[in-house]
């Protein structure tokens, strides 16, 4: 089956649907050889994601897998993925990793596999995108793709403020690390003292790091708590609560992170980076 042809024959003069997805293809093939995916399936479902992308709901929904329309029916921007990962079967195609790419090229989903990701960052930063981030993205996936995928997830939440894709993008280990970056660049900016990271992210079900510091004077101590109160209002990080356990250790609740600033001695007494030392991070 020739994919381009059948998009010609559905599309016939209107070029720019066809640009697109040439320009997906062009990408995810490109992508596929490098990363190691299969340059043929990246093909296949690059010409074909967009197959049904203007037609009606109605038709889509007649087009979906019932599981599909349960689970993703308040998500009608997804239909036309969705719709052509299932109707593809009709072409002759049973991959499931092709499936998979076209059905999810909009919506996403957890545990992605490469190709899935290919093909959403590529439909995202193709080389005929002019939206915001779509050249930085089509950049950085040559040289480093995990990053390039992250960064889709972030732009696409930035542009559609959907729950869904920034769940995706904390799933990714996109907002932890970002999160987690802010924190420190704060912590570190008031000059205190002996700053530690610890990832729990494997060990703990409440929260996945805890960053220590000392301060060595209340100014410090209360600079940070007003830095991140800031960035809390700025909507970059998000403080759930902020304990002033006995004036000399301060513990932020940031969800994922637990910040603890010791001041005095305090620290060395509570002894906690003895209890998280195996977990401790690189810098
Ligand atoms: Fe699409
Ligand atoms: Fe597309």
Redesign the pocket.
């Known amino acids: 089956m020739d994919f381009l042809e059948l998009l010609k024959e559905k599309y016939g003069s209107e070029t720019n649907r066809i640009t697109?997805s040439i320009g997906?293809r062009d990408l995810a093939v490109e992508l596929a050889k490098k990363l190691g995916a299969d340059p043929k399936k990246a093909e296949i479902a690059a010409l074909f994601?967009?197959y049904y992308?203007y037609d009606d709901n109605d038709t889509l929904i007649s087009y979906m897998d019932k599981n599909d329309y349960d689970k993703y029916m308040d998500m009608p921007w997804g239909y036309h993925g969705l719709a052509a990962g299932n109707k593809i079967k009709e072409f002759g195609i049973t991959d499931s990793d092709i499936i998979n790419a076209i059905k999810y090229?909009t919506v996403g989903r957890i545990n992605m596999s490469l190709l899935e990701k290919i093909i959403y960052v590529s439909?995202f930063a193709e080389v005929n995108r002019t939206h915001e981030g779509s050249k930085e993205v089509r950049e950085l996936a040559l040289k480093d793709f995990d990053k390039a995928f992250l960064l889709t997830l972030e732009y696409t939440y930035k542009h559609t403020l959907d729950k869904n894709v920034l769940e995706l993008f904390k799933y990714y280990g996109g907002l932890n690390m970002n999160e987690l970056d802010l924190v420190i660049n704060e912590i570190d900016k008031l000059n205190m003292e002996n700053i530690k990271s610890y990832n729990l992210a494997s060990k703990s079900p409440l929260f996945d790091y805890v960053v220590i510091a000392s301060a060595t004077n209340d100014r410090q101590a209360n600079a940070i708590i007003k830095n991140l109160r800031e960035l809390d209002g700025e909507g970059k990080i998000s403080i759930k609560g902020i304990e002033d356990k006995d004036y000399s250790w301060i513990l932020i609740d940031l969800t994922d992170i637990i910040v603890h600033i010791f001041t005095g001695e305090s620290r060395a007494y509570y002894g906690l980076d003895e209890i998280y030392s195996q977990y401790l991070m690189e810098k």
């Open positions: 697109h997906v994601h967009d992308r090229h439909d």
